[in-house]
């Protein structure tokens, strides 16, 4: 079945880059949209951005600035980096799988991996 | 806030009835589809519905979604225990490049 499982460091300092990769299995990268998405208390569930299997991406406008998502296919795996963090962007941190539907030619996320939370603090 | 617009809360007794709604505008569920995420504590969110009313397998047909306007509603009939959770509707914003947007998520509480 398809697993996704994020990792990397669980604390980072104000004004530093935020790091986390989602490792992708029972699925290849290829042929897919791939998203990370937060959650936290003060803004609910926030889409941060996605990218395609090529390298192609497209991020949410209130981050675009501070975010770089990339794919590495030889390792069936993306990374998320988000920069001059803030208490702001603790949160728990998924990342997704985007599926096509022909019917409606439209997407959702039908795989989520399990959240890695992040905690911005000196 | 979120840009999508859902009541903070809902409840219901077992057996019963409830519907979720879900407000948009003309640039996100008036000209997209909604889905909706089911969330249990202190787990992801799982794809409940799709494209306003599909379901995936394995989500039982008490079930059912849909879409009016720029509005998208959840219905949950014959509700059970095991329905309390939190419940988010998404929806593609076709502003600027385009992006996900979120409901700000529905309890529901079965009494």
């Known amino acids: 079945q398809v697993q996704l499982q994020e990792s990397g460091p669980g604390l980072v300092k104000p004004s530093e880059t935020l790091s986390l990769t989602c490792a992708v299995s029972?699925?290849?990268?290829?042929?897919?949209?791939w998203s990370w998405i937060r959650q936290s208390p003060e803004k609910g569930l926030e889409w941060i951005g996605y990218?395609?299997?090529?390298?192609?991406?497209n991020y949410n406008p209130s981050l675009k600035s501070r975010v770089t998502i990339s794919v590495d296919t030889s390792k069936n795996q993306f990374s998320l980096r988000l920069s001059s963090v803030t208490a702001a962007d603790t949160a728990v941190y998924y990342c997704a799988r985007s599926t096509y539907y022909y019917g409606s030619g439209t997407y959702f996320h039908d795989y989520w991996g399990q959240g890695a939370l992040v905690t911005v603090s000196s | 806030q979120s840009v999508l617009t859902q009541p903070p809360s809902a409840s219901g007794t077992p057996g019963q009835r409830v519907t979720i709604s879900c407000s948009g505008s003309s640039s996100n569920i008036g000209s997209n589809t909604v889905n909706w995420y089911q969330q249990l504590p202190g787990t992801a969110p799982k794809l409940l519905i799709y494209s306003n009313n599909q379901r995936p397998s394995g989500v039982p047909d008490r079930f059912s979604g849909s879409k009016s306007g720029a509005s998208g509603s959840l219905a949950i009939s014959g509700l059970q225990s095991e329905d309390e959770a939190d419940y988010y509707c998404a929806a593609w914003d076709d502003s600027l490049n385009g992006f996900w947007v979120f409901g700000g998520g529905t309890k529901l509480t079965v009494l």
């Open positions: 990218i395609y299997y090529s390298g192609s991406t």
């Open positions: 029972g699925s290849s990268i290829s042929g897919y949209y």
